[in-house]
């Protein structure tokens, strides 16, 4: 089988792609995030890790293990928690992989050669027990964390083609600030957080947040094996995008591109608002400029503007003070502390982090070369 790896910032329509890819005959992929090769390279790749010690981690404690509907326990909602899994029989999953893992040819593999056919052999069995014959291509959802480990999945996988999500970053937010304010009227997400800031969304979690996709964009746009999507096309006229993406995987372009779904079931969606979809919905996009301060727009607009522009958004305020923006800092900052502070050990926690964020985002914007000429 070929491979392809789907990455993109969080809430950036990686699941929506997934789920219309789903039905593919000619594909073998998982509907949600498992991130294979980042929990690979961030947990197993050394000479130590079996076979057996993937099977037990991606079997039992990864995502995959939400496939088995024996299993108790609650799935985020806002993640993976909508995906019907229903008529999938896990335990025959489950039974092909022990059985590989006892095989001559795996049971003494190491390092490189372990990843690359365990990966394989793991969408291999998926796709025995989906009644997928031939696969031709396997499609692993990295997600946000894929954009740290390019260099490393070529060396691994050096004909791997990526596909990378774009979605405006400002509707990204608002995303962000909804589910923070489900989570503090009690709804279970441990994937997010509850306490989100414009300044903390551009700056947090460097090397997987929305800026490390402004230096793969300049690092591999041109060459071939890299397609980036926008999810707003994506969304406006699936038909199109899908069969971009067709001709770019070199398999058919068939009706079931345009429906979303997982293994087969009816796709419910992820949306924040917890809505559920009935299939792809346009009705969505440019909720920023309902939802979002003006201060939180310009401080995203300045801080992502090479984003922005490269991914061809329309950027309201071109021309920016730089106090200005200082001001929008330390005021959104000020404002998000006030929403959900907490007089607790977390609540100190994370006054310290709205503080840590604060200072690197002032350096930025005083003396970061990048933003100096704005």
Request: hydrophobic share 40%.
């Amino acid at each position: 089988m070929n491979s392809c790896f789907v990455i993109g910032p969080v809430k950036s329509g990686t699941t929506l792609l997934i789920s219309l890819l789903d039905s593919h005959p000619e594909l073998a992929l998982f509907p949600m995030e498992v991130k294979i090769f980042t929990h690979w390279i961030e947990r197993f790749a050394d000479d130590k890790t079996r076979y057996s010690h993937l099977n037990d981690f991606f079997l039992k404690s990864s995502k995959i293990k939400l496939m088995d509907e024996s299993r108790t326990g609650t799935a985020d909602i806002m993640n993976s928690g909508r995906i019907d899994f229903s008529g999938f029989d896990f335990k025959a999953f489950e039974q092909l992989q022990k059985e590989k893992s006892v095989m001559s040819e795996n049971y003494n593999l190491t390092g490189p050669k372990l990843i690359q056919k365990y990966i394989l052999d793991l969408h291999r069995s998926l796709s025995q027990v989906l009644d997928v014959p031939n696969p031709k291509v396997f499609v692993s959802k990295e997600g946000n964390h894929g954009a740290n480990y390019i260099k490393e999945i070529i060396e691994l996988f050096p004909q791997a083609r990526f596909i990378v999500l774009v979605r405006d970053p400002r509707d990204i937010f608002v995303s962000f600030k909804v589910i923070a304010e489900k989570k503090r009227q009690g709804v279970h997400s441990p994937t997010f957080k509850d306490n989100v800031s414009a300044c903390r969304f551009v700056n947090g979690n460097k090397g997987k947040n929305i800026s490390s996709y402004t230096e793969l964009y300049l690092e591999r746009a041109h060459e071939k094996n890299f397609i980036f999507v926008k999810y707003e096309n994506l969304v406006r006229d699936p038909v199109e995008e899908m069969t971009k993406i067709a001709q770019y995987l070199e398999i058919d372009n068939i009706a079931s591109l345009q429906y979303p779904s997982n293994f087969g079931n009816r796709w419910g969606g992820n949306s924040s608002s917890m809505g559920e979809f009935n299939g792809v919905e346009s009705n969505r996009l440019n909720k920023w400029a309902r939802e979002l301060a003006t201060s939180e727009i310009r401080v995203i607009e300045f801080f992502l503007g090479e984003y922005l522009t490269q991914a061809k958004y329309v950027i309201e305020r071109t021309k920016i003070n730089r106090l200005r923006i200082l001001a929008d800092v330390i005021g959104t900052e000020a404002q998000s502390i006030k929403t959900s502070f907490r007089v607790s050990a977390r609540g100190v926690y994370y006054f310290g982090k709205h503080l840590v964020v604060t200072m690197k985002a002032v350096y930025s914007c005083l003396f970061d070369v990048k933003y100096l000429g704005k």
